[in-house]
């Protein structure tokens, strides 16, 4: 989960004629009193990021992606751990497990619904294990299988490692709050949460690895829009390629 970065704003340089000849103080009263009225109040987030997980697709149109509902249940492949990953593999196995069950039910009732399967070919969703990770992420990856024609989900594959980037050991808390993050871009959720108190921020939770109200809340709502929904006024939208 990559830290989200943004551009750096530019400095303006202040105009000569402010510097060189102050407005007298009563003046300048007046005009930082008229500023305070008309300065635009700071951006105010919901009770959800919704606007923080469309993509983009081809058309320069910003658009929400999602399972159908008669997808549901969500066929699940989870195999166990290979032996010698991990020191209490069932443990880790069962944090994992909790980490996809945990967004049961959150849109709406049976939505999203779960049944694990043995085969990974007959799954929407699949689990895979590795020693440590290979690219810039924590723990675990997801990959979305994304139809860009048809604006929908059509499955998603999850990497989950052993280790951190700097070797140590991933204990039951990192692998089960990075599988609820990685779980919730697997359902569609494919931004990030500007508000660290949050499963989806980018960074993961700040505190206990538990679904916030926002996080259920845009669950809800992406889930409430039909299929390929535009978003107006989309924030730090992901990119599609095609």
Do not use: K
Not at 28 to 45: D, H, M, Q, Y
Not at 100 to 126: L, R, S
Not at 131 to 158: E, Q
């Amino acid at each position: 989960m990559a830290p989200m970065t943004c551009p750096r704003p530019r400095r303006l340089r202040p105009l000569r004629s402010w510097r060189s000849r102050p407005a007298p103080p009563a003046l300048a009263a007046l005009l930082l009193l008229a500023g305070c009225a008309t300065a635009p109040a700071p951006a105010v987030e919901g009770d959800d990021y919704l606007r923080w997980v469309a993509i983009e697709v081809p058309g320069n149109e910003h658009v929400l992606v999602r399972w159908r509902e008669e997808r549901m249940p969500l066929r699940v492949h989870l195999p166990p751990p290979p032996a010698g990953l991990f020191p209490d593999p069932e443990a880790i196995l069962d944090s994992v497990r909790d980490g996809v069950t945990d967004w049961a039910g959150v849109a709406a009732p049976g939505v999203p619904a779960f049944a694990f399967v043995d085969d990974p070919g007959a799954a929407h969703i699949t689990i895979e294990w590795a020693g440590r990770p290979t690219g810039d992420w924590y723990v675990a990856h997801c990959a979305p299988d994304l139809d860009v024609i048809a604006r929908r989900l059509d499955g998603a594959h999850i990497l989950v490692t052993a280790r951190r980037q700097d070797g140590r050991l991933a204990d039951l808390h990192d692998v089960h709050g990075t599988m609820l993050h990685e779980v919730g871009h697997a359902l569609g959720l494919l931004g990030h949460s500007p508000d660290p108190g949050d499963v989806m921020h980018a960074n993961g939770p700040a505190g206990p690895a538990v679904l916030s109200a926002r996080d259920r809340a845009t669950l809800r709502a992406l889930y409430a829009r039909p299929v390929g929904a535009r978003v107006l006024r989309a924030r730090q939208p992901r990119a599609v390629a095609y």
